[in-house]
C-alpha cells in the first residue's frame, strides 16, 4: 500500500464520497442505483475531472462483479479489430448477474468509422450489455452514437475546492508542504486532478513536498518546435528538442500523444487526414511500453504525423 499511487488510492468507491460539482446529477445518480440500472452513459469533460472515476463508482454500487465488466481504453488499443474482437468476445456471452458493461474510457480516440461500428454493436446487446463512455472532447463523438447514450457532462471543480482536495491528500500522507508551493502545482495542472496527484507524489520526498521547478518553454512550445522541425526535414534538431523535453517533464511522456491529439489540425485538415492521424496516435500510445526509450516512439509517431 505504501507505494500505490495517491490516484488510486484516494479514488472514491462511493456515490456519497464521489464530489459532484452539480446537485442535479448526484440525484439523478442515486436514481440509478436505486433501480439497480443504468442507461448507455457518455460521460464527458476536461482531462481528470472524474470521468473514469465515476464510472468505476456506479459499476461498484450496482454490484456488477468483475467478470461482468470490461475495461478499454481506445487511446491504448493498438488497432480498432482488436478491440471490437476484445468487445465481442466480451458481449456474446451472457452475464452472470443483471447485465455486463463494457467500459470504454477516452472514446473521442476513435475514428468515425470505428464510432459508427460500436454504435451497431451497441444496438446488437442492448438487453444484456450496457455501455459507458468516457470522453474530453464530446463534439468529437458522431452524433449516431451520442443519440444511443445519455449525455452526462462533468464540470471542473473551482480551484479552490481542488486546491483543498490536493492539500487533503498531502495532509492525510504526512507530507509537509508550503501553501505557495501547492498554488504552483495547483496553476500547472487545475483542472486534472489525476495529473496534480501524480504530480505531488512524484514531487514529495521524505515527508516533504518539493518546490516546483523553473521551466524555460512552455511544453506546447516545445512540442510545436519539435513538430515544425520535423515538417522542414530537421530531424536530427526535432529529437534533440523531444529529449530536451523528456528531461524537463519526465513524468509526462503520455501528455505528448495528448498533446497531438488536441491538435490534430496540425496534422492535416480533411476527414480522412484527421482519422489517420487518431489512428497514428494512437498506436503511437499504445507502443509507449514495448520501446525501452521514449523519445524514439515519440519522434516515430511525430516522424509519420508530419509526412
Known sequence: MK????????????????????????KQVEGWVSEGSIPHLLLSGDPGTGKTTLAKVLIHELGVEEYDVLEINASRENGIDNMRDKINGFVQTMPFGKF?????????????????????????????????????????????????????????????????????????????????????????????????????????SNGKLMKPQAQGSSEHELLLEATQMFKSGKILEARQQLMQYIAMYPTRIEDCYRWMYDNLDLWGNSQERKDASIITIRNGLANLPLVGIPEISLAATLVELTS
Open 100 to 204: 455486463k458493461v463494457v467500459l470504454l474510457d477516452e472514446a473521442d480516440y476513435l475514428t468515425q468509422a470505428s464510432q459508427a461500428a460500436l454504435r451497431n454493436d451497441m444496438e446488437a446487446y442492448a438487453d444484456t450489455v450496457r455501455y459507458i463512455l468516457t470522453c474530453n472532447y464530446q463534439h468529437k463523438i458522431i452524433p449516431a452514437l451520442k443519440s444511443r447514450c445519455h449525455e452526462f457532462h462533468i464540470a471542473k471543480t473551482d480551484q479552490t475546492e481542488f486546491t483543498a482536495r490536493a492539500a487533503t491528500v498531502l495532509v492525510t500522507e504526512n507530507v509537509e508542504f508550503d501553501l505557495d508551493d501547492l498554488d504552483s502545482y495547483v496553476r500547472a495542472t487545475y483542472p486534472d486532478l489525476r495529473k496534480c496527484l501524480n504530480q505531488l507524489q512524484v514531487n514529495s
Open 3 to 26: 507505494n500505490k499511487l495517491w490516484v488510486e488510492k484516494y479514488r472514491p468507491n462511493t456515490v456519497q464520497d464521489y464530489v459532484f460539482v452539480n446537485e442535479r446529477q448526484k
